[in-house]
């Protein structure tokens, strides 16, 4: 427990007594009724049994921001990263700001946000490893890094961006609430630092003394209806009807008739000049993603082909190429591991990668490793069933095959459905995956039969399906191009693959139109030597379209400063040198290695007991 101080000042304690039944969405403020289990639980901090007294344990608590009140002094930023010992690369509770009009009415907002502890909490729902969980004592949020293996998607679908992927460690961690002090009646360590009275917390709802307003939202706050987070404001001096953000986001923030703020695109931030961006592309910490869904969907692709070749009898494939298809499926399987090895070697901690499985009952990412790991066992029973000619294999080989592809490809589209990433969150993007998997995925397969024999009627057949899934590709783009326009954030996104990335932007476009021009004549037309060029025209379209897709996406996260919390700034202090000095609080993102001997020390720790516990634990789904 946390030792109280004989001087501790009056205010640095909790202050509620009397407290509301519900929340402002309608939910419980009570956590547990009386007699649950969960309650008369000890939180076990730092291996201390003892249960806390407050009266609120088994109450929902938030903090209370006054935006009138804070100087952003950064008071409670340092609180924090000293009591958690934070690196000064990451920070618990940031403090940004947002400003509008110009001399001598200038205005500033300041803003400090941490971990709201939210009713609906898209980390823990999204985190593979179940490495977060909300606990009954103050409906406190709480992660365990030592759990998580690293692959950030918490970070992707929290609005607030309170989940922090430390790129030394490779693990995430987070604001834990305070809940040792919370446990002897103390309030959390910024809350109790502020020194301009503008931060506050109790049980939510309860507003402070000298306080009137419980507002959800305020400028430069994500849409609270993602996660109904327990955070409330005040903000009762007016601002001007445009306040912009000072890191290098094209966003700002638009006062409608109603008085609310809404996301909208500032283009004023950078040239309208059409660029490559080719380097950015490259270097993208996410290329590693962009490789394994692209890999998966074409070998996704090309599995089909061979088995509904082989299952509807496909002359003009199956009769002139039955001898290549042990070949083809090697290559399929190899293509396939790449793509599942770096998007391993991505992880923060690579060598616990089987603890993806752990969150079936939630994670959409949980559900895609399972999907794409059935759809690997199915190829390799295909494969085993063409090694040894057990025929009556084939079909159950088949069912496992399409079962792996119909859960993994749907998981794979679903777990970027992210509110909080509204470029993403349209149906475009299962456009664009299930059409790289038709076109690509048809190329790759003709491709491979060129040495074992290619007619002109499946040249024709290829080229039709491939087709298909560029024209459905293209319709996706074209209709995302309009429907994106409606958040600040898509805004932003689409200006800045227009101009950012312009050229590369036009150059996908144009291949995509000619590429399906190909197709036609292809069709008209067959031939050997086109059919095998076009193979790599969808290759780099595809590629390309893949790196800008994780390349421009925009979240919906909390603003920063001029230099704290701004990407643009740790862009230009990585190339510059700048990143060197601590001082800096930046570090450039890297990939790890696989620790062999930290996966040997867990198994030979693991009991035969407890890992039954986990696997049965897995397939109940929690």
């Not at 956590?31 to 007294?53: C, F, H, K, V």
């Not at 002897?184 to 009275?197: E, F, H, K």
């Not at 004023?268 to 394994?292: D, M, P, Q, Y």
Request: glycine share 8%; net charge neutral.
């Amino acid at each position: 427990m946390w030792k109280v101080r004989s001087d501790e000042p009056k205010d640095a304690f909790l202050w509620d007594k009397q407290t509301k039944q519900t929340n402002c969405y309608g939910d419980a403020i009570e956590t547990t009724e009386a007699g649950d289990p969960l309650r008369n639980q000890s939180l076990n901090i730092n291996g201390d049994s003892s249960i806390g007294e407050n009266p609120n344990r088994y109450k929902q608590h938030g903090f209370y921001f006054n935006a009138d009140n804070c100087i952003g002094c950064h008071a409670c930023e340092s609180a924090c990263s000293e009591k958690n010992d934070v690196p000064d690369h990451i920070a618990f509770r940031s403090v940004g700001f947002v400003e509008g009009g110009s001399y001598p009415n200038y205005q500033r907002l300041n803003l400090s946000m941490a971990c709201n502890h939210c009713d609906d909490p898209v980390c823990l729902k999204g985190c593979p490893t179940r490495a977060y969980t909300k606990f009954a004592e103050y409906g406190a949020v709480l992660q365990d890094p030592d759990i998580c293996f690293g692959c950030g998607y918490c970070t992707w679908v929290c609005p607030y961006n309170a989940p922090q992927l430390d790129p030394v460690k490779g693990q995430v961690s987070k604001c834990n609430m305070c809940v040792d002090r919370l446990e002897v009646g103390l309030q959390p360590a910024c809350v109790a630092a502020c020194l301009g009275n503008a931060l506050d917390f109790g049980v939510v709802e309860s507003v402070p003394e000298n306080r009137d307003q419980a507002k959800i939202s305020i400028p430069g706050f994500p849409d609270p209806e993602i996660t109904h987070p327990n955070i409330r404001f005040q903000q009762t001096k007016d601002t001007q009807r445009d306040m912009v953000r000072p890191d290098g986001m094209p966003i700002k923030y638009h006062k409608q008739e109603d008085g609310e703020f809404k996301s909208v695109l500032d283009d004023t931030k950078h040239s309208h000049k059409k660029e490559w961006g080719i380097r950015t592309l490259i270097h993208s910490h996410e290329n590693a993603h962009a490789i394994f869904t692209l890999c998966v969907q074409t070998v996704m692709g090309a599995s089909l082909w061979l088995i509904m070749s082989d299952l509807f009898n496909i002359d003009s494939v199956v009769a002139t190429n039955v001898n290549g298809m042990t070949v083809i499926l090697a290559v399929l399987l190899v293509l396939l591991g790449y793509g599942l090895f770096k998007l391993n070697m991505h992880l923060g901690k690579p060598q616990f990668f089987y603890r993806g499985y752990y969150n079936l009952r939630l994670s959409p990412v949980s559900r895609e490793i399972l999907g794409v790991t059935i759809f690997f066992i199915g190829l390799m029973m295909i494969f085993a069933v063409y090694i040894t000619g057990l025929e009556f294999l084939t079909n159950i080989a088949y069912g496992v095959t399409i079962l792996g592809f119909a859960s993994g490809s749907y998981y794979m589209y679903k777990l970027y459905r992210i509110p909080a990433r509204p470029f993403w969150d349209h149906w475009q993007t299962g456009s664009a995956f299930y059409g790289t998997a038709l076109s690509l995925g048809s190329l790759l397969f003709g491709v491979l039969l060129l040495p074992f024999g290619l007619s002109d009627i499946a040249i024709s057949q290829i080229a039709s399906v491939t087709l298909f899934g560029l024209a459905f590709e293209s319709i996706g783009h074209v209709v995302h191009r309009k429907d994106v326009q409606k958040t600040g954030e898509g805004q932003a996104s689409y200006f800045e693959q227009v101009t950012t990335f312009g050229k590369t932007y036009q150059m996908r476009n144009s291949m995509l139109g000619i590429n399906m021009a190909i197709m036609i004549l292809l069709m008209i037309e067959p031939s050997t030597l086109l059919f095998a060029v076009s193979f790599v025209s969808v290759l780099v379209s595809a590629y390309l379209g893949r790196i800008l897709f994780y390349a421009i996406v925009i979240p919906t996260t909390m603003p920063g400063g001029f230099f704290w919390k701004n990407d643009k700034f740790k862009e230009h202090a990585i190339e510059t040198g700048l990143a060197d000095m601590p001082q800096m609080g930046i570090m450039a993102d890297r990939h790890h290695k696989f620790d062999v001997k930290a996966l040997v020390n867990v198994i030979k720790q693991t009991t035969f007991k407890e890992a039954f516990m986990q696997i049965k634990s897995i397939v109940r789904g929690g």
